[in-house]
């Protein structure tokens, strides 16, 4: 698989360093903001794959943040990082969309795992939506 | 649980035998180009493998949550909540996956998911809003009726000061309001509980950083305005009251120190002597308390929630006490004995709670006029007393006053009064610590109920009930006195500094200079305690009773005379230490059982359980085997793993894949194999009619091979005549397996590979087999399906051939399943080693035993092949490199 890119957000500033040199040391193409909306300003200009989400951050927390990617970048995958094992957020964070929902303290690997699927997840949904496109086109010059 | 396995095995291989439809289907499906499929296949794939992801991690955890129902291993909300979490998550994606596999169908299962995690939801909410009430309560107005609010600890001593008219400290409580008020200005229990989850437990270590980290993180939080004016309002009244400037005593009440069983002796922390300025500071440092090691530890023991503890905090006008102590209106050691108890040292009680001297002891009758039955004074070599502006100073005693009675006789009497006053006025044996002021005035510091129950049920070392040192075994201590009855032996683990804590091994020996409370933690690891200083009142004492280790104090240079790591036996009755292991038969009444039954987390688990971990749908063929009927998250889980699985495997009936993009493999010369690239199964793309070996990137496909052409077929084995006629009768008599009958995939082979996958389905002569297998770094996700049917003999051989090659591959770990002349197998969440062994042996298989079925009838020969087979399969796993035949 090509690289993925992947964006960690999180504003425990050890937790995410550290984190962002683990992703790199196993060949991912990590980048770490510390809060929701730098990660919404990083998005505007620079392509990923999959955003690792802490839910509470001071400012704009998880939830939200992933309402917003949702809305602005719906292809992009969102998994969902916290310190808390709440049922409730976990569930409405899938409902909105997330692709799963990790708690801390999490085994690298496991996080690596998730984020493979998920940046998997996303380049299928983008296979079918440019074939959809391609079926479009075609049908377009057939009518024309 | 086994017969649902049973039943979904069956009825997954009866999927499996339509599984891609290539040689079986009836229907013609409409032919899909390659790209289609391709996009098909991996969509669904990727689906299904989450699905099985999910599934599994949920069963794990549910596996998980069933152990610890034996109760027999402590955990805390922190294990209830985050399995809740994680089993919830877990389910909602596989009915996320399922409905992904198949649109719309499955939408039901939704609804139920959210009716079965409303009803787990309050067992383990975290409860908040406030408790309203004073945030302050000044000690004069606190009686037994306000445990509810100042713990108690505070409540005890108001109702002997209110309803006795005994003379205790003056002062106030922070109430269970006030400390309530702190944490929620500061929001500090998400972040403590934040903390708590991220940190494994289990390891001492980890738990010293992260009971330090959250301390701090409650010492540095700010007290908010309302409750510093109430807290110096209070001092102000005290002042004007009393004069002068004040100093107090901060120390713990918490509402939980009630509960039948738990002392909670020593965990909390208090501050003695603390300047008026400083108060709030000293307050926190208790409040924080709540977060020590010790504290921690015996929650997580007693199964007790954090908000089962809630905190009060009293803050009480410093006693500077000449002498002080703490008295048991029982023997502590033996409830039945008609004595109080009373243990005293010079200055402050501080020294004979952390036990670090040994202090003056009195046996005195229950009788008036209370009387001296036994009377030890101890060696007190320091005595803590208060400095005259803050703070409280360790002096080493003068030589004379170190041997000195620490009471008179008459002093002794007095306290033995009043004691027995309380406990009249209770009801029931009291644990008192007391102060004799400079005026020689009595004050007591607290009372509380004696837990003396689960010491008097042991047996307890009777003075001259000696059972002699055992033949041949070597004394290497004697003396001191018995904090905790029993014996036990263990290697010796010395520890002098917290450092060595750290590291302090299951099972050992605990030497320690003095008992300090610091070594609580360790107690729930230690065999026995033994301590050069220390009494039986101490708090390590308590906790050691309480956690049923023998304890032995007071043996002075036992440091030096215990080797580290040699293997000693305590026995604590005797006051002996043993050298190496020593069988004492000692009465010991039963262990605790289950310790976990019955605490508030227990019961959280509990109730959390009965909505996760039953399974009522267990057959797929029953007109209940419904969304409607799932009733738990494993019903729920079961159900959608059925259906995925019926899902996943229609694949191959639904779709159809075009004949000219398979590749022929070449093996030198091209083979009667051909191969379909779902994904990236090829190491590149591949323009011509064929594929060679080193192409192929597929790692089950590769095993396969291996095993398929490790050793050369020598074609069918000699037959008996009988088997001959067999084949001949069957042959004739249905002619859908006559090979030569044409038929576009009657002798084509077809590998559908990816890179971690594989499917086959092949037909040599009478013989199919499929197989599917997924093989990669990711355990949880690893398995292979395979199906063994058909054959040219009568039924009866054909069945016995299923069943041998069924019994061949139950002995490396396959569930197997034989019906008719089909067998079944399947294995799954192996590591990728053993997932390519096994398809290797597979591979072996599935070219060896083509034919077995001709010689089938007879005993001796059937003995033959499988030790012939085992041997050659013995060959196949060592076997190197992919090769052509």
Redesign the interface.
């Known amino acids: ?1 090509e690289t993925i890119r992947v964006l960690l957000v999180d504003d425990e500033v050890e937790f995410l360093d550290t984190l962002l040199k683990r992703m790199r040391k196993r060949q991912v193409e990590a980048a770490g903001v510390y809060s929701a909306e730098d990660a919404l300003r990083y998005l505007e200009s620079s392509p990923v794959d999959v955003v690792v989400l802490d839910v ?1 951050m001071p400012g704009m927390d998880g939830i939200d943040a992933l309402k917003a990617i949702k809305e602005r970048h719906p292809l992009v995958e969102v998994i969902m990082l916290t ?6 957020v ?2 409405q964070g ?1 409902e909105l969309g997330a692709f ?2 990790l ?3 999490m085994d690298i690997d496991e996080l690596l ?1 998730k984020v493979q ?1 998920a940046c ?2 996303k380049r ?1 949904h983008e ?2 939506i440019q ?1 959809r496109k391609g079926v479009e086109a075609e049908e377009e010059n057939g009518t024309a | 649980m086994a017969s649902g396995l049973r039943r979904g095995l069956e009825k997954w291989a009866k999927n499996v035998s339509g599984w891609f439809g290539l040689s079986l289907s009836k229907e013609p499906v409409p032919e899909e180009s390659l ?2 499929l391709r ?1 098909a296949f ?2 669904r794939y ?1 689906h299904f ?2 699905l099985l ?1 999910a599934n599994n991690r949920a069963l794990e955890v549910m596996t998980e949550m069933e152990e610890m129902l034996q109760g027999t291993r402590p955990f805390g909300m ?1 294990f209830v ?2 399995r ?3 089993v ?2 877990a389910v ?2 596989i009915i ?1 996956h399922l409905n992904a596999l198949a649109p719309g169908k499955y939408t039901e299962l939704y609804e139920r998911f959210r009716a079965i ?1 409303k009803q ?2 309050p067992y ?1 909410s975290i409860p908040h809003g406030s408790v309203s009430g004073p945030l302050v309560l000044p000690m004069d107005q606190v009686d037994k009726e306000s445990g509810d609010l100042v713990g108690s600890k505070m409540a005890n001593l108001g109702e002997v000061r209110r309803h006795l008219g005994v003379a205790t400290p003056e002062g106030f409580a922070v109430t269970v309001c006030g400390v309530a008020r702190f944490f929620e200005e500061n929001d500090l229990q ?1 972040e403590i ?3 708590v ?4 437990s289990d390891r001492l270590d980890d738990l010293f950083a992260l009971s330090a980290q959250i301390q701090q993180l409650i010492i540095a939080a700010p007290v908010p305005e309302d409750l510093r004016e109430a807290v110096q309002g209070q001092v102000q009244a005290l002042k004007e009251r009393l004069g002068g400037r004040l100093r107090f005593a901060v120390r713990s009440s918490s509402l939980a120190e009630d509960l039948p069983g738990m002392s909670f002796a020593g965990q909390f922390r208090s501050e003695l002597n603390v300047g008026e300025e400083n108060i709030l500071q000293a307050f926190k440092e208790v409040v924080a308390s709540k977060y020590g090691v010790a504290a921690m530890t015996y929650r997580l023991r007693h199964g007790l929630r954090d908000e089962d503890v809630a905190m009060c905090v009293g803050c009480l006008v410093m006693v500077d006490a000449v002498a002080s102590g703490v008295l048991y209106t029982r023997n502590p050691l033996n409830i039945r004995d008609d004595v109080l108890v009373i243990n005293a040292v010079w200055g402050l009680p501080k020294s004979v709670v952390d036990g670090s001297v040994s202090p003056d002891v009195w046996v005195v009758s229950r009788k008036e006029p209370h009387t001296a039955l036994e009377r030890r004074i101890g060696e007190k070599s320091v005595k803590y007393v208060c400095y005259p502006d803050e703070g409280v100073c360790r002096l080493e005693t003068a030589g004379d006053e170190r041997r000195h009675a620490s009471l008179t006789d008459a002093q002794v009497a007095d306290l033995a009064r009043l004691a027995l006053q309380i406990e009249a006025h209770y009801g029931g044996a009291q644990d008192i610590e007391w102060a004799l002021d400079g005026s020689g005035r009595l004050v007591i510091l607290q009372t509380r109920p004696f837990e003396g129950r689960s010491a008097a049920d042991r047996p307890v070392h009777v003075a001259g009930d000696d059972r002699g040192v055992p033949e041949g075994v070597e004394v290497l201590a004697e003396g001191g006195v018995t904090a905790s009855s029993g014996v036990a032996s263990g290697p010796v683990y010395v520890v002098r500094r917290d450092a060595d804590a750290l590291q302090f091994p299951e099972g050992a020996v605990l030497v320690v200079a003095q008992a300090l409370p610091r070594w609580a933690p360790l107690l729930g690891r230690a065999a026995a305690v033994v301590s050069e200083q220390g009494s039986v009142a101490g708090h390590l004492a308590n906790v050691a009773r309480e956690f049923r280790v023998p304890a032995l104090f007071g043996l002075s240079g036992v440091m030096e005379r215990l080797q580290p790591g040699r293997t000693v036996t305590v026995d604590a009755d005797q006051g002996r230490v043993y050298d190496g292991l020593v069988e004492i038969r000692v009465e010991r009444p039963e262990e605790r059982q289950a310790l976990m039954k019955g605490t508030p987390v227990y019961e959280a688990l509990e109730g959390v359980s009965r909505l996760i971990l039953p399974l009522h749908l267990l057959d797929p063929e029953s007109p209940d085997f419904s969304p409607k009927k799932c009733r738990s998250f494993h019903d729920i889980t079961r159900f959608c793993h059925e259906k995925a699985v019926d899902e996943m495997f229609r694949f191959g009936s639904e779709h159809r894949f075009p004949q000219k993009s398979a590749k022929q493999l070449k093996c030198r010369v091209p083979m009667q194999f051909w191969i379909i690239n779902l994904d ?1 199964g090829f190491a590149e793309e591949i323009a011509g009619p064929y594929v060679t070996l080193d192409q192929i990137t597929s790692v089950p496909m590769l095993a396969l091979w291996q095993g398929m052409t490790a050793i050369p077929w020598e074609g069918p084995p000699p037959i008996d005549s009988k088997g001959f006629m067999s084949i001949l009768l069957e042959a004739t008599s249905n002619p859908g397996l006559d090979p030569s009958v044409a038929s576009p995939y009657g002798v084509r082979n077809y590998f559908m590979i990816s890179r971690n996958f594989c499917s086959l389905q092949s037909r040599f002569g009478f013989h199919f087999s499929t197989l599917e297998a997924l093989v990669d770094e ?1 355990t949880s996700q690893n398995y292979i399906s395979f199906q063994f049917k058909g054959g040219a003999a009568d039924r009866t051989r054909r069945i016995l051939r299923a069943r041998f090659v069924a019994e061949l591959l139950e002995s490396f770990d396959f569930r197997c399943e034989v019906r008719e002349d089909a067998a079944f197998a399947r294995l799954e969440g192996r590591s990728q080693d053993v997932m390519v062994d096994r398809l290797r042996i597979l591979g072996y298989l599935i070219i060896h035993t083509r034919q077995l079925d001709m010689v089938m009838g007879n005993a001796g020969s059937v003995q033959h092949y499988r030790s012939k087979m085992l041997q050659e399969i013995e060959t196949v796993r060592r076997a190197e490199g992919v090769s052509c035949p």
């Open positions: 698989m509470k310190g808390h094992a709440n049922v409730e976990a569930i899938m799963d929902y708690m801390k303290p795992y699927d998997k997840k299928l296979k079918r074939k | 790209e289609d996009l991996q969509n990727h493998k989450l992801n922190t909540r985050s809740c979490t994680q919830s998550t909602f994606q996320q995690q787990i939801n383990i998400v509980d934040r903390r989850q991220a940190v494994p990236d990711r």
